[in-house]
């Protein structure tokens, strides 16, 4: 069965890093995703990608975020200098169309500890 | 704006018993209502989904729903828990005019031998 890859599982960063999260969404997908899940709090949604662009972002999405699909497999998310609350397990998510009616299906996650 | 709530953080139960596990939502507008389950080092694998029509839903893993618009309740129930069960449990909603999910904290499911 098809499934959503990330990469790497674990990473570990100093305080204003850059870190590249990665993301291989299933291969017939349109809608991608991320979401992350501070220790303890609850999954947040972050940004929605279709068509090459964002379609839609949360708050929490600010300018150190951008998302991008270089090569037309991989789904990327960076964040330009990383902060101590950054630390959190961050999810992929895939959809095969446009409506709110279909499953994302995730990832396993990585997850990211900035130090 | 959306929100989910799972009360309970953690459920401890035996095998073989029949386990609820809470979810209550607000929302504005109509929802979708999505279980999902994540075992250790896995993403999160989709249970089971309630977009319109019958309020009982049925999923994977003989786990099923029941959607309570009255009570903005959607409750995943299994009748008999295996130890494969034990897992972190999500409640999600979606609705028609944003394409996000909006998750609950999570609850902790433990079967115990």
């Known amino acids: 069965e098809p499934e959503v890859t990330q990469t790497p599982s674990h990473q570990v960063t100093q305080m204003g890093q850059e870190v590249i999260l990665r993301c291989v969404p299933i291969s017939n997908h349109l809608y991608f995703y991320w979401y992350r899940q501070i220790l303890g709090q609850k999954v947040e949604f972050l940004v929605s990608?279709?068509?090459?662009?964002?379609?839609?972002k949360s708050e929490i999405f600010d300018d150190q975020f951008s998302v991008e699909r270089p090569d037309g497999s991989n789904f990327t998310l960076k964040i330009r200098s990383t902060k101590l609350e950054d630390s959190a397990m961050y999810f992929c998510?895939?959809?095969?169309?446009?409506?709110?009616?279909?499953?994302?299906?995730f990832g396993p996650g990585t997850r990211l500890l900035v130090l | 704006a959306q929100s989910v709530t799972q009360l309970d953080s953690q459920v401890p139960v035996f095998e073989e018993a029949p386990v609820e596990l809470r979810c209550n939502y607000s929302?504005?507008?109509?929802?979708?209502l999505f279980w999902y389950v994540q075992y250790p080092n896995q993403g999160l694998q989709l249970l089971l989904k309630y977009l319109s029509g019958s309020t009982l839903v049925k999923g994977i893993n003989g786990f099923e729903a029941e959607f309570n618009k009255s009570q903005t309740s959607f409750h995943l129930r299994k009748p008999s828990v295996h130890i494969s069960d034990t897992a972190e449990y999500f409640c999600?909603?979606?609705?028609?005019?944003?394409?996000?999910?909006?998750f609950g904290t999570g609850t902790s499911l433990t079967v115990i031998p």
């Open positions: 999600a909603v979606s609705t028609n005019t944003g394409n996000q999910f909006y």
């Open positions: 998510a895939s959809r095969i169309g446009t409506s709110n009616l279909e499953t994302q299906y």
């Open positions: 990608f279709y068509n090459n662009e964002i379609s839609e």
């Open positions: 929302s504005s507008v109509s929802v979708y």
